[in-house]
Every structure is written in structure tokens, then in C-alpha cells.
């Protein structure tokens, strides 16, 4: 197993830290989407520090990287949580969130940050450039793997499922998409605004190897996240079954905190919920 | 009067993309189920390794270019123009333009030179969408052998390229190739005292017949083939706004959002002088190209009439 030097208290204690960057920022910034942010991080968290990724903070392009695609872009907050983690950047930067004249952009921006590996926040667009990663990866006879990370509302977008078809077609065994499936988008309950279901089979449908998981079981996590990586012959998706705003009690469930920013004093309720 | 017609300038985009293929390894090619039409098949017959046909998916087909770029490729991408900047517009905005990835995209099919198939499939709107992506080179070549030079020099840049090319076969411009051919840089086919045609694509060989017509008249045209939309040649406009005092653009495309105006932002800001306009004011409609292109007023005789009413009208004036 590529997790066995890995203890899965100290992933959880780090995702738990994480989840308190997560809040901190945001409350500085004001504004930006703590639900879907705190819904990813145990996730993101498994695969930057679960010994699933490989990559090198001081080479933020090294050519034979893992990479790591955040197709749900509003989420960019786990995702500077957990680059400043890994030391891509100074962990400082992180409330510096949405500030003019920094890197750090409300959406992840290729341009900005040299870590953030596609410019996202259109949704549906990170499959199809994970894709394109993939069969260069094959094209060069690189050994990387590209991960991609979708969101359940965002899997209402057409291109979702142009870059499924795609990547089953061209049996891009080196893509793998993680559908952080936390139940709700901006309206609403994702059963009420527009239903994805029955979504395991549609993958299936579509040539996909899928696995479906309780997204906040760090064990479960790293297991799918290394039977994908076992899995070659076709894309694998996981389908993590997760909660929005997991970790902060009135944030869960609790489809206001979709992107709206908490309070100072909300802040700090988080933060002691949040406590080692 | 009449030019010979040459190869079709998606025909010297195919061509011209399977001998870059043979140079350059790192070049890979996708298109959107019409590889017989935009004739992207000669590079995937070639190199079926470096070829990626999506299927009719637009959107997809933009962001895997995207992602093969990031990764260092040289990605080309075609459908028809029309296709691959409307479907693929979010894509090329979010993940092209904004993220300055090497994408290049070719759109076959541009302008109502397409004929018989009509509105739907012909590129009306496409320069202007890809003028509206900053960081976005978009030139639209006007015969086989500035395309040509036209796709070696898209590739050999590095960062964003659109490039329009047609379906009909296309007069001959450049009939000893197009050598001196440079991004940015206009090409000065004929000169003239008093009134300058700025021109591209299929409307260059159209504009060079008007300055046929108008010397007849005693009027003495200059001709100025405007490959490059972006980065515009400002130095040759100012030029020729200053040293003959009139221009006519002329396009085939919708004029609101194509060459002719950006020609006019840098005539209005550098040196106004009057201007006149020929190209599409609306959409067109199915019929023979060359009906088509009449009844749309994109001929040599209306460039000319405009040409001739502009230097008139500013003789009057002076006297």
C-alpha cells in the first residue's frame, strides 16, 4: 500500500488544520465558498500528503509532476491550503485571499500562481484540459497521472460529459476525476435544481472505472485514490459521497455558507470547533 | 482582370500543417469530425500518434488543446470557424487567452464564401470573437501561399493564434510564395497617392481589381494586404492615412467587430482622414459564393465605387 508510512490520524490533523486556513482566509477576504472548500479538503489533503502525488514545491513545473486540476474552481480555497502546506507558497499569502495586487486570485489562475496547474472557475472546463495533460503524458511516455476534481452541480455542464466520452474513447487510463459530490449547488439541493442521478452507472456508461466513497474516511479516500492509480487500462472516477461545509457544525448542510464568508465572530465558533 | 484561382486556403492549411508535422515533433492536432473538410487528414494520415479527432465536441476539443499545451505541446485545432469560436469561446477565453496557453486555432469556412450550406455554417462573427480574447494573435491570409506562411509563422510563435482560412479556392496573390511574410506586418501589394484599400483574406484580390478599375478613373490606389488583424500594423495605417488621405477596409466579415474596425480605432486615434467601409452588415444567406459575394456588396466593382466617391468627395470639399 502507498499509505502504510502514512498515519491516517496525522492526515486527518492536518486536514483539520487546513480546514481552519480555510475559514481564517475567507474570513479575512470577506467573501468566497467555504462549503464546497471545506466539502474537498480532507480529500485534497490525501492526495498531497498520502503519498499519492508526486511533486516538488521548488519546482512547481518539473515535467514528470502529478498534476492536480481544480475544475471547480470557487474550492480555491482548499486549494491554496494545501499548496501552502506542501510549500509551494508562503503560508502568509493565504489571507491575502482575493486582495488586489497578489497572486492570490478568487479562482484558480495558471497565470498568477505557478502551482495552480489550470486556470478554472468556468465550469466543466478542468476534465477537458486534464484530458489534453493525459495523452501528452502518453504522447512523451511521461509516467504522470492527472488528477481532476469536479464538482456534483458542475456535473451538470455539457463539456463534463464531452471530455467522459473523450477520455474513455482515447482510454486515457492515466486520468483520474474525483466528483467531490457534496449534494447542493448555488440554488439548492442538487436533487431539486437539476439531478446528476443515477450518476455512478452514467460514468460506468460512459467507459469509466468508478469507486464510490465516504469522501471524509481518510482510509477510504486513500484507498480509492490508489486503486486509481492501479487502474490503467481506463479514466477512473471516485465518487466521493461528501458533506458541504464539513467540520464546522453550522456551516454543514447549511447551503448559506455556499459562498457566503463567516463572521468574525462565526470565525472564531469555527476555529475552537476546528481545535487540536 | 480576373486572378487564377490557386488552392483553397484550408487546402494550403493542410498542407502546410503535415510538412510543420515533419519538422517539428511537438506539434499535435486536433479536430472536431471534419478533418476531410478542414483538411487537418493529411496531418493525421501522417502522424496518427499526434492527431486527436473529439468528435463533434467543440468545447472539449479547445480545452484538450488547452492541456496539451500546458504540457508543452504546439496544439492546432479546427473545425469551422463559426464552430470553434462559438461553441469553443468559454474554453478559449478561460483556458487559452486567459491562462496564455500555445493554442492555435484555424478556422476553415470563414466568411459566406462558403455558399450553398449557409447561415449556420458560415464564419460571420469568428475574427470578431477571437479580437475579443486579449493576448490573441488573429490574422485571415489571402491565398494557398500566405496561408502557408501564415501557419509556419502561428507555430514558430509562442502564446495564442487564430487564424481564419476559406473554403472556395482562392485567387492567387502571392504567385512566387510569401516569403517576407511577418506577424504584424502589412504587406504593400501597390502603392498610391490618393487612396489607400486596406484588405485581407479573400477581399485582398478583390481590393487589388479595384485599384485596377480606379486607375482607369485617374485615381491612384494603394493596396495594403492586412494579414495580421492583432497586433494591427499601426505604422503602415498612419502611414497610409497621412500620405493619401482617404482609406476603404475591406472584409468579409461583419464590420462591427472585424478589420475594419480596428483600422478605424487606429485612424481616429493616429491620423483621421476619411474612411469608408466594405463588408457584412448582417447575415447572408445559402447561394453560389460568387453570387453570394455580390449580392453582399464584397467585390472589387463596390471597393472601387466606394474608393472613388471618398477621393471625389474630398476634391469637392477642397475646391
Known amino acids: ?276 | 482582370m480576373a486572378r487564377p484561382l490557386g488552392e483553397a486556403t484550408r487546402e494550403a492549411y493542410g498542407k502546410a500543417l503535415a510538412e510543420l508535422g515533419r519538422e517539428n515533433p511537438n506539434i499535435v492536432v486536433l479536430d472536431g469530425d471534419l478533418s476531410k473538410s478542414t483538411m487537418t487528414k493529411y496531418f493525421a494520415q501522417e502522424f496518427p500518434g499526434r492527431f486527436f479527432n473529439v468528435g463533434i465536441a467543440e468545447a472539449n476539443m479547445v480545452g484538450v488543446a488547452a492541456g496539451l499545451a500546458a504540457a508543452g505541446k504546439v496544439a492546432f485545432a479546427s473545425s469551422f470557424a463559426c464552430f470553434v469560436m462559438c461553441k469553443g469561446f468559454d474554453q478559449l477565453r478561460l483556458a487559452v487567452a486567459y491562462s496564455d496557453n500555445n493554442v492555435k486555432i484555424v478556422g476553415t469556412h470563414g466568411g459566406i464564401s462558403i455558399g450553398e450550406d449557409g447561415v449556420s455554417q458560415m464564419g460571420h462573427e469568428d475574427i470578431g470573437l477571437a479580437l475579443s480574447l486579449p493576448g490573441f494573435v488573429v490574422m485571415v491570409p489571402a491565398d494557398g501561399a500566405q496561408t502557408r506562411a501564415a501557419v509556419r509563422a502561428a507555430a514558430e510563435h509562442i502564446g495564442p493564434v487564430y487564424i481564419r482560412v476559406g473554403r472556395p479556392k482562392a485567387p492567387i496573390v502571392y504567385e512566387n510564395g510569401c516569403p517576407d511574410f511577418q506577424i504584424g506586418k502589412a504587406i504593400m501589394l501597390r502603392d498610391g497617392r490618393d487612396v489607400t484599400l486596406i484588405a485581407n483574406g479573400l477581399m485582398v484580390a478583390a481590393a487589388l481589381d479595384a485599384a485596377e478599375m480606379l486607375e482607369q478613373d485617374g485615381v491612384s490606389a494603394r493596396v495594403l494586404d492586412m494579414h495580421t488583424v492583432r497586433p494591427l500594423d499601426e505604422e503602415a495605417v498612419e502611414k497610409a492615412a497621412r500620405e493619401t488621405g482617404a482609406i476603404v477596409v475591406a472584409e468579409e466579415h461583419l464590420l462591427h467587430t472585424g478589420l475594419a474596425s480596428q483600422v478605424a480605432m487606429a485612424v481616429a486615434r493616429l491620423h483621421p482622414v476619411p474612411m469608408r467601409y466594405v463588408g457584412l452588415t448582417q447575415y447572408a444567406e445559402s447561394g453560389a459564393p460568387d453570387a453570394l459575394m455580390r449580392k453582399y456588396g464584397l467585390t472589387g466593382e463596390n471597393i472601387a465605387r466606394e474608393a472613388l466617391e471618398i477621393v471625389r468627395s474630398r476634391a469637392s470639399s477642397v475646391v
Do not use: C
Open chain 1, 1 to 276: 500500500m502507498v499509505t502504510s508510512d502514512v498515519s491516517l490520524k496525522q492526515l486527518e490533523r492536518t486536514a483539520r488544520k487546513l480546514r481552519r486556513h480555510i475559514v481564517k482566509m475567507l474570513a479575512i477576504a470577506g467573501s468566497g465558498h467555504p462549503g464546497g472548500s471545506l466539502s474537498a479538503i480532507d480529500i485534497l489533503t490525501a492526495l498531497f500528503f498520502g503519498n499519492v502525488m508526486r511533486y516538488n514545491p521548488q519546482n512547481p513545473r518539473w515535467e514528470d509532476r502529478d498534476r492536480f486540476i481544480l475544475s471547480k474552481g470557487h474550492a480555491v480555497p482548499a486549494l491554496y491550503a494545501v499548496l501552502a502546506e506542501a510549500g509551494f507558497i508562503p503560508e502568509e499569502w493565504l489571507w491575502q485571499l482575493r486582495k488586489i495586487d497578489t497572486p492570490m486570485q478568487g479562482h484558480p489562475s495558471v497565470k498568477d500562481l505557478p502551482a495552480v496547474e489550470a486556470s478554472t472557475g468556468s465550469l466543466g472546463q478542468g476534465l477537458s484540459i486534464g484530458l489534453g495533460m493525459a495523452l501528452a503524458a502518453r504522447i512523451d511516455g511521461k509516467p504522470y497521472r492527472v488528477y481532476v476534481m469536479i464538482g456534483d452541480g458542475e456535473s451538470e455542464e455539457g463539456q463534463v460529459w464531452e471530455a467522459a466520452m473523450a477520455a474513455s474513447h482515447f482510454h486515457a487510463g492515466n486520468l483520474t476525476a474525483i466528483l467531490d459530490y457534496n449534494h447542493y449547488q448555488l440554488d439548492g439541493a442538487i436533487g431539486e435544481i437539476m439531478s446528476i442521478e443515477p450518476v455512478v452507472s452514467k460514468w460506468e456508461a460512459f467507459g469509466w472505472a468508478v469507486r464510490e466513497i465516504d469522501g471524509h474516511d481518510m482510509k477510504q479516500i486513500l484507498d480509492a485514490l490508489h486503486w486509481a492509480r492501479e487502474t490503467r487500462e481506463q479514466p477512473s472516477i471516485i465518487v466521493a459521497h461528501t458533506v458541504k461545509g464539513k467540520g464546522v457544525s453550522f456551516m454543514e448542510g447549511n447551503n448559506e455558507f455556499h459562498g457566503k464568508a463567516p463572521t468574525q465572530s462565526e470565525l472564531e465558533q469555527a476555529l475552537a470547533e476546528l481545535a487540536d
